[in-house]
């Protein structure tokens, strides 16, 4: 194997991410070894460990990394001015979309979380996940206090968003996720079509 250039330990371990979630889109994550990733990166298995001392540990890291980025795609929107949106409700659709659009550019993340999912003891990467639903379901809340009980509604939304991705991940195709969100969302949000 060529050995990758040396590169900065940020820049290595965002290359380590991005290739545990290339592969988590190509095969099962539980089928993914810490060796799959050093070679995808160029690297021997050594130089992966000395950025992530475990298997879990950048499991963990990308979860949080994809977390975050969503979150702050979702924090940008939130914080736009009032008049960018012509309603609450187009503002929680937006955010819903850009979350949508990260996840279909990122399949592997949906299989990487699903794979967390099924293990029935908790682990770190669960912990972000929740962590992450828990502040989005409260902030698309409180954007749609205007609405009959809007913590159902956000829920609601919530679980439409996640059950797009699982019948993306059935079909094998996430490409489609955000057009299949943008039909979805007129029939869950009251008045979106006027806003």
Do not use: Y
Not at 13 to 42: H, K, N, S, V
Not at 126 to 153: I, K, W, Y
């Amino acid at each position: 194997m060529s050995r990758a250039a040396a590169a900065p330990a940020d820049q290595r371990r965002l290359q380590a991410i991005e290739a545990l979630l290339e592969l988590a889109w190509e095969q099962a994550p539980c089928q993914i070894r810490t060796a799959d990733i050093a070679t995808r990166m160029g690297v021997t298995q050594p130089a992966l460990f000395r950025h992530f001392p475990t298997k879990e540990a950048l499991w963990h890291a990308a979860l949080e990394h994809i977390t975050r980025l969503s979150w702050q795609r979702i924090e940008a929107l939130n914080a736009s001015s009032p008049m960018e949106f012509a309603s609450s409700t187009a503002l929680v659709a937006a955010m819903l979309r850009s979350h949508a659009a990260l996840v279909s550019q990122r399949p592997g993340v949906a299989r990487l979380l699903l794979n967390e999912l099924q293990n029935p003891r908790p682990s770190d990467g669960r912990a972000v996940v929740e962590s992450f639903l828990v502040r989005f379901r409260a902030l698309l809340a409180q954007r749609l206090r205007h609405c009959p009980n809007p913590e159902s509604l956000a829920n609601v939304l919530l679980a439409q968003v996640q059950g797009l991705v699982l019948q993306g991940l059935l079909a094998g195709d996430l490409q489609e996720l955000p057009r299949l969100l943008d039909a979805a969302l007129p029939l869950l949000l009251p008045g979106l079509e006027e806003g």
